[in-house]
């Protein structure tokens, strides 16, 4: 069973910059999506971006164009979301995901999932 650990997150002011990663036990197949979700208190797992993991191509929220980047390095298995001009609504827990059957922008459509990592942007 592959497992997704993740790191990074803390804290950080308005304008800040944080950088998560989430490491995958079992190499991605290239046709295998990665993505990054997040869930604030009290609402429903909201997507951020996805990557294509053998092509490398992005999609991402409006809410985080322009301000976030996913990327992934493939010879180490290893998906990144590098955060910048961070605001207090990007405040969440952020949680990484594989799916195996394409692209999508929901949630349960994914197959496995990190552990969840906590994102707090003061004002």
């Known amino acids: 069973q592959v497992q997704l650990v993740q790191s990074g997150g803390g804290l950080v002011q308005t304008g800040g910059s944080l950088r998560l990663s989430c490491e995958i036990s079992e190499r991605p197949y290239s046709s295998h999506f990665a993505g990054w979700f997040r869930q604030a208190p009290g609402m429903e797992r909201e997507f951020v971006a996805f990557i294509a993991w053998g092509a490398g191509w992005t999609a991402y929220s409006d809410s985080v164009k322009g301000r976030f980047t996913i990327s992934r390095n493939k010879a180490e298995n290893t998906l990144f979301l590098q955060m910048d001009s961070l605001k207090p609504e990007d405040t969440g827990v952020y949680f990484c995901?594989?799916?195996?059957?394409?692209?999508?922008?929901?949630?349960?459509?994914?197959?496995?999932w990190g552990q969840g990592t906590q994102v707090t942007v003061s004002s």
């Open positions: 995901g594989i799916r195996r059957r394409g692209a999508s922008r929901i949630g349960s459509e994914y197959d496995v």
